[in-house]
């Protein structure tokens, strides 16, 4: 069962998403998911990066995958940009 492990990064110091990755891989994640957008893709991009070469050098960057999301605010339509990084526990 492989059920997808999804960190969620927004306006919180960086620290408190790269705490949440490596909960997840000291529960027993082999893969975790960092997503963000807009203005908190390159807090994403530090958080993956900090878990990297800081904490777990055993994680690699498995695939990295960028979009844009058309939100609709105040009726009109605005395009944002977004992130997926997938971090990936070597063997």
Do not use: W
């Not at 203005?39 to 993956?48: G, P």
């Not at 904490?55 to 977004?82: H, Q, Y």
């Not at 992130?83 to 526990?89: G, N, P, T």
């Amino acid at each position: 069962m492989a059920e997808e492990r999804v960190v969620y990064v927004g306006n919180k110091p960086v620290m408190n998403y790269v705490l949440a990755v490596l909960t997840q891989f000291n529960e027993g994640a082999s893969e975790v998911v960092i997503k963000a957008r807009g203005k908190a893709i390159s807090r994403a991009v530090d958080v993956a990066e900090i878990v990297r070469n800081r904490f777990m050098p055993n994680v690699d960057v498995k695939d990295i995958k960028i979009d844009t999301e058309e939100l609709v605010s105040e009726g009109r339509s605005v395009n944002v940009s977004t992130i997926e990084i997938v971090l990936v526990k070597k063997e």
